[in-house]
C-alpha cells in the first residue's frame, strides 16, 4: 500500500533558474546550467534555456538541490498547536529545504485511529505548503497493550508505523505488529529506549552528568532495546526502521542487523551528529532530548556510520515546544528541539565544509534514503520529474536566533550559532512553497 501526502492547493510553478550549479548525486547531476519548472514539473535542463513566461531566477554562484525528505517530524496537531500546527510546521520544513515530511503520532489524542487520519489528511490540504504524511500509532493511545487497526490506516494512506516517543515495551506486541503490518509493505519505525534502564535519566550518563549531579541515561538503554527489536524484525522479516540513534553500541548492532540481512534503515540527527552532552554544561534546556547528547566517541562513532553509509537516513526529529515549556530548569523541561530550518546548514557549516563527510553523503542521506525507506517518491532534478527542489546559496553566513523562524517555536540546539548555508527558494510538489525576499527574480 502507498502513503499518502497532502499538500494544500495552490497555483503550479513556472520558473527559470537561471546559471545554478545543479547537483544531485543520486542522478550524478553535477553542472552549471539553467532548470526550466513548467506547471510543476521539470521541464528541461540546459546550458541556456529560454522561458518567456516563467520568473526568472538569477541564480549565478547558487546551488540547487533535490528538496530534502523528513521521516521524523513532530507537527503538534491535534491538540498542540500552542507549540506547532500543520501550517507553521510545513512553513519551517520549506524554509528548510524539505519537499516532504511525515508527522509523528504522539499528539492528543493520539493519532491512532482511521478517523483521526482522515482529518488530518483534509485539515492537511488546507494548511501544508509541502508534501506531508503521517505515521501512525503501533499501539492504541502509545500504551504498548493494544494494536492499532494497521490494515484500515494503511489503507487511508498511512506512511508506517510508530509508538515514536515510547519505546514498544512487550516484545510481543512488537512481534504481532511485524506480523500484521508485513503484507502491507510499511515499515515499522521505532523509539530506541529500555525504560527500565533510562527512567530518572535526563542526560547521558558519564563523566558531566556525574559532576553536574543529574540523573544519567545509560547508553546501554537505547543499544539494548535496539539489539532486541532488531531480532524480533529478523524472526519475522520485517521491515523496521531505527529512529535516531546516538550511540555507539547501537552502531554495532546495527552493523550485525546489515551483516545478516535484515531489511533495516536508520537515522541520526544533525544535533547527535554535531553535539556532545559537553554542551550540557550549560544547562540549557534547548539541549535536552531524548535521546540524550552522547559522549564524543560515540559522535565521533555516528559520524564515520553516516560517512560509510552505516546509517543511511538524517532525520530532525523536530520536536517545537512553547517557550514557556522550555523556560523550566533542565530537569523538568520537556525533550525536544526543533530542527527543520537548520538541519542542512547545521550539518553542511560542521560536517561538509571541513572535510568530513561529503555534500553527497549529506543530500543522500536527507533525499534518496528516507524516501527509499517509507515508500516515497525520491525527489530527482530529472526532465519529467515532478519539482521538488531548493536553491541554495551554500556562501551564506547567518546566525541562529529565536526571532527568526517559521517555526511557532525557538527551541533550538543552535541558537546563536553561525551557520553557513542558506535556502532562498523551495518548490515543493510543483508549488513554490518557500522564498527568501533576497531572492533574484527578474520579469
Known sequence: MAPRLVQRLGVPAEVLVRGARLYDPAAGLDLIADL???????????????????EV???????????????????????????????????????????????????DPVLDSV??????????????????????????????????????????????????GRPVESAGLLRRAFQYVGPLGLPLALHEEDMTLSRGGAMHEGVVSAELGIGGYPAIAESAMVARDLRIARYEDGRIHLQHLSTRGSLEELAWARSV?????????????????????????NLKMNPPLASEDDRLALVEALRCGLVDCVATDHAP???????QPFEQAPNGVTGLE????????????????????????????????????????????????????????????????????????????????????????GRVAHRLAAVGVSA
Open 36 to 54: 526550466h519548472v513548467r506547471g510543476g514539473v521539470i521541464a528541461a535542463i540546459g546550458g541556456d534555456l529560454d522561458a518567456p513566461d516563467a
Open 57 to 107: 531566477v538569477d541564480a549565478d554562484s547558487l546551488t540547487v538541490l533535490p528538496a530534502f525528505v523528513d521521516p521524523h517530524v513532530h507537527l503538534r496537531t491535534p491538540g498542540q498547536e500552542e507549540s506547532e500546527d500543520l501550517a507553521t510546521g510545513t512553513a519551517a520544513a520549506a524554509a528548510g529545504g524539505y519537499g516532504a515530511i511525515l508527522a509523528m503520532p504522539n499528539t
Open 115 to 164: 478517523p483521526l487520519l482522515e482529518a488530518l489528511f483534509e485539515r492537511g490540504a488546507e494548511e501544508c505548503v509541502v508534501p506531508t504524511g503521517f505515521v501512525p500509532a503501533i499501539s492504541i493511545g502509545l500504551t504498548g497493550r493494544q494494536l492499532t487497526e494497521m490494515y484500515a490506516l494503511a489503507e487511508r494512506g498511512a506512511a508506517g508505523f510508530t509508538d515514536d
Open 261 to 285: 540481512g535484515i531489511r533495516v534503515s536508520a537515522e541520526a540527527t544533525p544535533h547527535h551528529l554535531l553535539l556532545t552532552d559537553e554542551a550540557v554544561r550549560s544547562l540549557d534546556a
Open 321 to 327: 515546544h512553547a517557550s514557556d515549556l522550555k523556560e
Open 342 to 429: 537548520t538541519a542542512f546548514a547545521a550539518l553542511y557549516t560542521g560536517l561538509v565544509e571541513p572535510g568530513v563527510v561529503s555534500l553527497a553523503v549529506i543530500v543522500t542521506a536527507m533525499t534518496v534514503a528516507p524516501a527509499v525507506a517509507f515508500g516515497l517518491e525520491p525527489p530527482r532534478l530529472a526532465v519529467g520529474a515532478s519539482a521538488n527542489l531548493a536553491l541554495w546559496d551554500l556562501a551564506a553566513d547567518w546566525t541562529v536566533r529565536s526571532a527568526g523562524f517559521r517555526s511557532r517555536s525557538a527551541n533550538s540546539a543552535f541558537l546563536g550559532r553561525r551557520l553557513r548555508g542558506r535556502c532562498l527558494l523551495t518548490i515543493a510538489g
